[in-house]
């Protein structure tokens, strides 16, 4: 089997999931000199102190190749050389970390390009020195660092509210595939936190849900997918970031529930070191139960007591990136470079200062604050990761198949598979959904939920769509004003929501077009929880992200081609917090109807020539326009083609046979 070839798992509802070639199938990757696993202990034994502090630091570069001089100055500000490819010799870097801001990730082949390029620096003319971990952050969702033609994916609660393990590992397959083609070998996923705080402004739909149950499963599934293809998982944001208000990129959180709360946001944790996740990254977050005074990242009790000792992880601890002002606002680099390896970091991630970060690693070893043989025990799990997952064996990609392996069409279609069974019907009053095909539409909405997206996908759906757009979250008041004066000329308005539970612009817009008495139908694009303050919408779908993909499901369910069958994976508290207005696991559908078969008699003569409607539950059958009540109609001759419609709120079971035709024969009976 070849590595473009396309594969299908079935799902346990029995549908079909794209599936990605095996890690035995990828045979046309080129092998280098390096085809037995190294010594470990004795390449340890060569490394200076200043190779085990580069193998541990792991940092982004600037550039789209290896010599590429675009981007000097930055490369010079944070490093003082020009080029990516001078940063990796420069530290003997162990990892380097891509993002599309730092020129890193154009589209695949330019990545596959720059992730050859690199490991060449790293391994030397000789071919002898030690290949990198080429990382990411390539989640799925809002956080992708490599967009079209790669498979852009639904997110993770999408995925979440689909609770399909069949799926999630199909999801971490493409990932996973997809990125080893392009030279990356380490994925910074799945999110593993448990959003529990509506108001997180962090996590949200980059998590799974708040079920401790449903986001084991998924990411232990996610997990396998990603790792069957050696790409190395890291489960994050240990010991749980689902429950701040604060984000840690901005701010150091603090979280004071008690120790069983905090087993709640453990459990997937737990659930991935038995599955055997490769890795596990750092929250920068103050936990009360484990240490009052120093945020994960840099806590001993939660490293290794908590993570190590009682939770038995073995694998690989990577900070969260030591840029965030979580940390940096905190701490001098030198000190947080210290504190987290000695609470129990291999790998100290994307550190604002790297020159820094050696320095005061290099004087605590000199004075005895840190011995040299705690670097050796994280460089050693660091190389054996790399020849775990066969880094050292295949450092290089097959650049000629790249374009051949990422986005294809398995994986586009099971990308799409997600959002059809993602999307949540949270209200549907008086059947409003679906709509009946050719109502006219308004399309408008918050610019940050992308409704431009959404109008040409109704209009594919053979709506009749009038679109007004506007950027910004905050619709203004002539964009409120427009919209009311046009919705009075059509059936129905959809509009998009983007975390309007904070947002009064979007609050009153959805009020005031409700005031004209149209059906208003919100599309939560962001976060889940937008219908508590939605009171006057018809109609209410989360998408959980704002992408094509994204409303591809809703789009579908809007026009009846797909039944919402997707399940809240948080709950919805109500807007004025007295408990809870929806709880996880809620969802609608629609009815749904199977047309009974239109039955024809046709004998020799024209008297006795007839045709027979049934009565059917939330169906309606037409002829040339008009619905025909059920009972039997003569027809001398000539043809009849009958087609059934479902009823206001109804859907048509799948496979359903919906049109019948036949031509009657005019002929005298044979003597």
Partial sequence: MTAATTVLLMTAAGTAVAAV???AERTAEPTTAASTAPDIEAMIARMSLDEKIGQMTWTHVYGSSADDTSMAASNQERYGVNTPGEVVEKYNLGGVLYFAWSGNTNNPRQVAGLSDGLQKRAMGADGNGIPLAVTIDQEGGPVARIGPPATVLPGNMALGATADKDLAQAQGTILGSEMRAMGINVDFAPVLDLNSNPDNPVIGIRSMGEDPALVSSLGVAQINGMQSQDVGAAAKHFPGHGDTSVDSH???PTVSYDRETLNKHLQPFKAAIDAGV???????????????????TLSHKVLTGLLRDELGFKGLVTTDALDMAAMAAEWPQ???????????SDILLNSPDVDASFAGVRAAVGSGELSESRLDESV?????????????????????SVDSRVGTAGNLATAKQISDRAVTLLRNQDRVLPLAPGTSVLMVGSGSGWPELVGPQLKDQGFAVTEDYENGSSPSNAYRARAVAAANTVDAVVFTSYNATSNAAQQQMVAELAATGKPVIVIATRNPYDISVFPGAAAVLNSYGTTNVNFHGVVRAIAGTVNPAGKLPVNIPAADGGGTLLPLGFGLSYDTAT???????????RGQDSYAIPAAVGVNYVIDGKVIAAG????????????????KGYVFTEGAVTRWSHTFTTGRPTP
């Fill in 250 to 252: 901005y701010g150091l």
């Fill in 632 to 647: 039997t109609y003569r027809k001398p001759d000539g043809n009849v083609t009958v087609t059934a419609v479902p009823m």
């Fill in 278 to 296: 490769d890795m596990v990254m750092t929250a920068h977050i103050i936990v009360q139960a484990i240490d009052p005074e120093m945020p994960g």
């Fill in 334 to 344: 030198e000190e947080i470079a210290v504190k987290a390896i000695q609470a129990g």
């Fill in 21 to 23: 070639p095996t890690t």
């Fill in 595 to 605: 047309p009974a078969a239109v039955t024809f008699t046709d004998k020799p003569g």
């Fill in 380 to 400: 050693r799990r660091i190389l054996e990761w790399k020849v775990k997952r066969g880094v050292f064996k295949q450092p290089l990609t097959d650049t000629a």
